[in-house]
């Protein structure tokens, strides 16, 4: 069975920046794409970032050119760099990873709150 786990999540003023960490429990080769999600109060959980095993990124309109999304194999982590961060990217964040004929895997969520 496949953890994931979120940190990084915090308050932060508008403009700023956060960095998002997933840890996985094993090795993340076997996933052929990762990718961070977010939900906002009231909202559908929509995805913001992706990236495959062979390194091909995928970005939501709304965080292109601020958020810059990774991963490292060897460390088994998947990360997001959130910059020029503004009020309306506050929402809990998820890691997702996906692996051939296996439903997907989410971590716990981190919440994320930009706020002056």
């Known amino acids: 069975q496949v953890q994931l786990v979120e940190s990084g999540g915090g308050l932060v003023q508008p403009g700023g920046s956060l960095r998002l960490s997933c840890a996985a429990s094993?090795?993340?080769?076997?996933?052929?794409?990762m990718g961070w999600y977010r939900q906002a109060p009231g909202q559908q959980r929509e995805l913001v970032a992706a990236?495959?095993?062979?390194?091909?990124?995928n970005y939501a309109d709304t965080v292109k050119g601020r958020f810059t999304i990774s991963r490292d194999n060897a460390k088994n982590t998947v990360n997001l760099q959130m910059n020029s961060l503004k009020p309306e990217d506050t929402a809990v964040y998820y890691c997702?990873?996906?692996?051939?004929?296996?439903?997907?895997?989410w971590g716990q969520g981190t919440q994320v709150t930009v706020s002056p």
């Open positions: 990236i495959t095993s062979g390194g091909s990124t």
């Open positions: 997702n990873a996906r692996k051939a004929l296996t439903l997907p895997y």
């Open positions: 094993g090795s993340i080769s076997t996933f052929y794409s």
